[in-house]
């Protein structure tokens, strides 16, 4: 797409349901994504109460394999779109170790070149943030910015149709949209199993797993698939 292209809602709508039928659920969202903007890769994540960070839907490995990372550092530009309700900016991909350095560690160079982060909600009610990857360094003109607009709307008001509530069963908030991956479902899996070696909430569980992926420099899946297979098991601090 180019800069002087115009993306509304109809033309996002047609690219929607162009995709074939092997994109099921939310994935087809980011594809759509993917079509109808300048960029080249797109993930949305959304913050699930009493569970933390979810990946919905990534367009490609790159892509999820960022969205990964950033729920397992607990930091990002994603984060920082969703904490203050306003776009952010990755020019260049460099910067990210020293801005966002638990994230940066995990990072391989060149994966990326630039990251826009915007946050998915309207008015009060705000469901994620919405992640666009471009595959080199540099920002988007006037045009591409009223693009990424409408699009982000579109996404924003496709995933609240069914809003009934907050977001402790995203499966009844998400409808359709809400198809976890078998990975999502370990990282749950392996949340709960920790919280009942601990003791404590699912929550402060999820946490455990992401400082422990963070300082071993795996994604919070692959720290996931080693609890569930009784690879890894956390115990109690013997001091508390």
Known sequence: MSGADAVGPERFLAALSALPRSALGS????????????????????????????????????????????????QGPGFDAAACG???????????????????????????????????????????????????????????????????????????????????DPAAVLGQWWNTTARTREIHQASGMVAAQLGIPVRDAYARLQAHACGCGHTLAEVAADVVARRLRFDPDPEK
């Open 27 to 74: 994935p087809r969202l980011c594809a759509a994504c993917v079509a109808v903007l300048p960029v080249q890769g797109a993930a949305i994540s959304v913050e699930v109460t009493g569970r933390g960070w979810e990946v919905l839907c990534a367009s490609d490995p790159a892509a999820g394999r960022f969205e990964a990372l950033q729920a397992a550092a607990g």
């Open 86 to 168: 306003e776009v952010v900016v990755v020019e260049h991909s460099a910067v990210i170790p020293h801005r966002w350095p638990l994230l940066g560690a995990g990072m391989e160079l060149g994966e990326i070149g630039a990251v826009f982060s915007i946050p998915l909600r309207v008015g009060a009610a705000q469901l994620g943030v919405l992640d666009l990857f471009r595959e080199t360094p540099g920002c988007l003109d006037r045009a591409q910015w009223a693009a990424v607009s409408a699009v982000t709307t579109m996404v924003t008001m496709i995933l609240l149709s069914d809003q009934s509530g907050s977001l402790v």
